[in-house]
Nanobody, 115 residues
Framework: QVQLKESGGGLVQAGGSLRLSCVAS????????TGWYRQVPGKQRDLVAS???????NYADSVKGRFTISRDNDKNTVYLQMDSLKPEDTAVYYC?????????WGQGTQVTVSS
Protein backbone atom coordinates (compact mmCIF):
# COMPACT_ATOMS: atom_id res chain seq x y z
CA GLN A 1 0.00 0.00 0.00
CA VAL A 2 1.44 3.35 -1.05
CA GLN A 3 1.60 5.96 1.66
CA LEU A 4 1.70 9.72 1.24
CA LYS A 5 3.14 11.93 3.97
CA GLU A 6 2.63 15.67 4.09
CA SER A 7 4.77 18.14 6.00
CA GLY A 8 5.44 21.85 6.14
CA GLY A 9 2.24 23.16 7.62
CA GLY A 10 2.14 25.59 10.49
CA LEU A 11 1.11 29.01 11.69
CA VAL A 12 2.01 32.04 9.59
CA GLN A 13 0.93 35.66 9.44
CA ALA A 14 -1.06 36.98 6.52
CA GLY A 15 1.24 37.82 3.64
CA GLY A 16 3.71 35.14 4.62
CA SER A 17 4.79 31.96 2.88
CA LEU A 18 4.87 28.22 3.53
CA ARG A 19 6.04 25.29 1.48
CA LEU A 20 4.23 21.99 1.83
CA SER A 21 5.87 18.70 0.89
CA CYS A 22 4.28 15.38 0.02
CA VAL A 23 6.54 12.33 -0.01
CA ALA A 24 5.39 9.02 -1.43
CA SER A 25 6.54 5.66 -0.07
CA UNK A 26 6.84 4.34 -3.62
CA UNK A 27 7.92 5.80 -6.93
CA UNK A 28 4.47 6.78 -8.19
CA UNK A 29 4.32 10.54 -8.22
CA UNK A 30 6.10 10.84 -11.57
CA UNK A 31 3.39 8.63 -13.07
CA UNK A 32 0.33 9.92 -11.22
CA UNK A 33 -1.87 12.96 -11.25
CA THR A 34 -0.96 14.53 -7.94
CA GLY A 35 -2.96 17.20 -6.24
CA TRP A 36 -3.20 19.29 -3.13
CA TYR A 37 -6.64 19.65 -1.57
CA ARG A 38 -7.79 21.57 1.46
CA GLN A 39 -10.65 21.26 3.87
CA VAL A 40 -12.12 23.35 6.64
CA PRO A 41 -14.49 21.91 9.25
CA GLY A 42 -17.99 21.43 7.95
CA LYS A 43 -17.06 21.91 4.32
CA GLN A 44 -16.08 19.64 1.47
CA ARG A 45 -12.51 18.97 0.48
CA ASP A 46 -11.59 21.21 -2.44
CA LEU A 47 -8.84 20.97 -5.03
CA VAL A 48 -6.18 23.63 -4.66
CA ALA A 49 -3.65 22.61 -7.30
CA SER A 50 -2.71 19.58 -9.37
CA UNK A 51 0.11 18.41 -11.61
CA UNK A 52 0.07 15.65 -14.20
CA UNK A 53 2.93 13.35 -15.11
CA UNK A 54 3.44 15.61 -18.13
CA UNK A 55 3.84 18.60 -15.78
CA UNK A 56 0.56 20.23 -16.72
CA UNK A 57 -0.62 22.24 -13.73
CA ASN A 58 -4.04 23.41 -12.67
CA TYR A 59 -5.00 25.82 -9.90
CA ALA A 60 -8.14 26.90 -8.12
CA ASP A 61 -9.03 30.47 -9.01
CA SER A 62 -8.59 31.51 -5.39
CA VAL A 63 -4.89 30.61 -5.36
CA LYS A 64 -3.79 31.46 -8.90
CA GLY A 65 -0.72 33.67 -8.87
CA ARG A 66 -0.01 32.88 -5.21
CA PHE A 67 0.52 29.10 -5.06
CA THR A 68 2.84 26.95 -7.14
CA ILE A 69 2.81 23.16 -7.39
CA SER A 70 5.94 21.32 -8.45
CA ARG A 71 7.43 17.85 -8.38
CA ASP A 72 10.87 16.33 -7.78
CA ASN A 73 10.86 12.88 -9.32
CA ASP A 74 14.19 11.89 -7.79
CA LYS A 75 12.80 12.52 -4.31
CA ASN A 76 9.28 11.14 -4.96
CA THR A 77 8.03 14.46 -3.65
CA VAL A 78 5.46 17.03 -4.69
CA TYR A 79 5.56 20.54 -3.28
CA LEU A 80 3.08 23.34 -2.83
CA GLN A 81 4.73 26.74 -2.49
CA MET A 82 2.23 29.10 -0.91
CA ASP A 83 2.96 32.82 -1.02
CA SER A 84 0.93 35.89 -0.04
CA LEU A 85 -1.10 33.75 2.32
CA LYS A 86 -4.50 34.97 3.46
CA PRO A 87 -6.56 34.03 6.52
CA GLU A 88 -9.02 32.30 4.19
CA ASP A 89 -6.25 29.87 3.22
CA THR A 90 -6.49 28.37 6.70
CA ALA A 91 -7.35 24.67 6.34
CA VAL A 92 -6.03 21.16 6.56
CA TYR A 93 -4.11 20.47 3.36
CA TYR A 94 -4.10 16.97 1.91
CA CYS A 95 -1.92 15.40 -0.74
CA UNK A 96 -3.61 13.11 -3.26
CA UNK A 97 -2.25 10.87 -5.99
CA UNK A 98 -4.35 9.18 -8.65
CA UNK A 99 -2.77 6.37 -10.63
CA UNK A 100 -5.00 4.23 -12.86
CA UNK A 101 -7.76 3.01 -10.51
CA UNK A 102 -5.85 3.77 -7.31
CA UNK A 103 -6.51 6.89 -5.29
CA UNK A 104 -4.12 7.67 -2.45
CA TRP A 105 -4.45 10.27 0.32
CA GLY A 106 -2.13 11.59 2.95
CA GLN A 107 -3.23 12.34 6.49
CA GLY A 108 -3.08 16.10 6.07
CA THR A 109 -1.16 19.02 7.48
CA GLN A 110 -2.70 22.04 9.18
CA VAL A 111 -2.09 25.50 7.77
CA THR A 112 -3.22 28.45 9.86
CA VAL A 113 -2.91 32.02 8.61
CA SER A 114 -3.41 34.75 11.19
CA SER A 115 -4.63 38.22 10.29
Amino acid sequence: QVQLKESGGGLVQAGGSLRLSCVASANILSKAVTGWYRQVPGKQRDLVASITRGDTTNYADSVKGRFTISRDNDKNTVYLQMDSLKPEDTAVYYCNAKLFLANYWGQGTQVTVSS
